[in-house]
């Protein structure tokens, strides 16, 4: 019998989180498991996706994030359902699936972290209870190494790194000019002031440069009037958040992360897979998907001057761009698929219900 699987996130908008739960639990192996989904509250807009697959969604419609309500309902739908395994996903499907798993007896009660610093943005008070939650889950799955280490008192702890559909995201010729592109939200923790410096810099040798940022989030703003302090308001193309970023991805000439901290990269895993060269910084979970040289460039973090020089190098010598690129592809295609990940979930799960 396949092992009934729920996972509970938060929301199901268009988030790095919600859209690769989405992508990953079609390819579930339905012998081994049968999963289905609840989403606390939000117009949910991936559930169709999910709901065409084959997978139940079920709408808690909480008017609020730290309502307490929904944990009632969803014990009793853990009950009704018979889950074996309630997987949740960030911070208040963690604290409330918990709660909820324990009112059902559900056999396994278990949570994905999806980047390093969390708790850095989320609000204080709710800190000591979501480390006393993680110290009693059954399980935490890591997306990276770099996130596992910062849950050393988690009972079991898997690294399962997060996957990129390889047949979505197919190669395409890299385009010998072209806009520099990074897709990020406008956040302090993407580092585009540190981007938006470097590219000041190589204007006098490449006078025709253009940079493409697409996102959302509170600092864009600020960063379009930094954009025009430095000279940059005619090449720095500030678009909002895309749900289909293979258009961007296909026109670029390069991927660039200039990250201060990061969990894993899937936007960088992103532009690997489609074919093109990416610059990152040496930070976190970026260290497990790039090898500066092999199928990428990889700068410190924070270093204007290390990140334009490494843009220059790829402008100038376009065989080594492509080089890169054909080993990003490469690289992500062996080691970063949607199948491999979900291979790995479908054992994370049969090895819950065994213990059970």
């Not at 092992?3 to 690769?20: D, W, Y």
């Not at 949740?88 to 610093?117: C, E, F, M, W």
């Not at 410096?197 to 253009?210: H, I, K």
């Amino acid at each position: 019998m396949p092992c009934r699987v729920l996972n509970f996130i938060t929301e199901l908008n268009i988030g790095g989180a919600e859209r690769l739960l989405a992508e990953v639990l079609p390819r579930l192996d339905r012998a081994k498991v049968e999963p289905q989904v609840a989403c606390l509250h939000g117009a949910a807009p991936l559930a169709a996706a999910l709901e065409k697959a084959g997978i139940r969604v079920h709408h808690l419609r909480s008017s609020q994030k730290f309502d307490p309500r929904p944990a009632w309902r969803l014990a009793r739908l853990l009950e009704q359902e018979r889950i074996e395994v309630l997987h949740t996903h960030l911070i208040q499907a963690d604290i409330l699936g918990y709660a909820a798993g324990r009112l059902a007896r559900t056999p396994a009660v278990v949570s994905t972290k999806h980047n390093v610093r969390y708790y850095e943005r989320q609000d204080h008070r709710l800190r000591p209870v979501a480390r006393w939650v993680e110290k009693r889950m059954d399980a935490l799955v890591a997306v990276s190494s770099a996130v596992a280490a910062e849950y050393g008192h988690a009972r079991r702890l898997w690294v399962i790194h997060n996957g990129v559909d390889c047949k979505k995201f197919s190669p395409l010729p890299l385009p010998s000019h072209g806009p520099v592109v990074c897709v990020a939200n406008f956040t302090m923790q993407k580092g585009h002031r540190i981007l938006l410096e470097a590219v000041a810099r190589l204007v006098p040798e490449f006078p025709g440069l253009q940079v493409e940022l697409a996102g959302g989030g509170p600092m864009r703003d600020d960063l379009q009037a930094r954009a025009g302090r430095l000279g940059l308001a005619n090449r720095v193309a500030f678009l909002n958040t895309v749900q289909d970023v293979r258009p961007v991805l296909a026109r670029a000439s390069m991927f660039v992360l200039p990250a201060l901290w990061e969990g894993l990269g899937l936007a960088a895993l992103e532009a690997m897979a489609m074919g093109r060269p990416v610059i990152v910084t040496d930070v976190d979970g970026l260290r497990e998907i790039v090898t500066h040289e092999r199928d990428g460039l990889v700068v410190q973090s924070g270093d204007v001057g290390a990140l334009s020089e490494a843009i220059a190098r790829l402008l100038r010598d376009r065989a080594l761009a492509q080089q890169l690129a054909d080993a990003a592809r490469a690289r992500v295609a062996e080691d970063f698929s949607l199948e491999r990940m979900a291979w790995r979930l479908e054992d994370f799960y049969e090895s819950l219900a065994k213990k059970s």
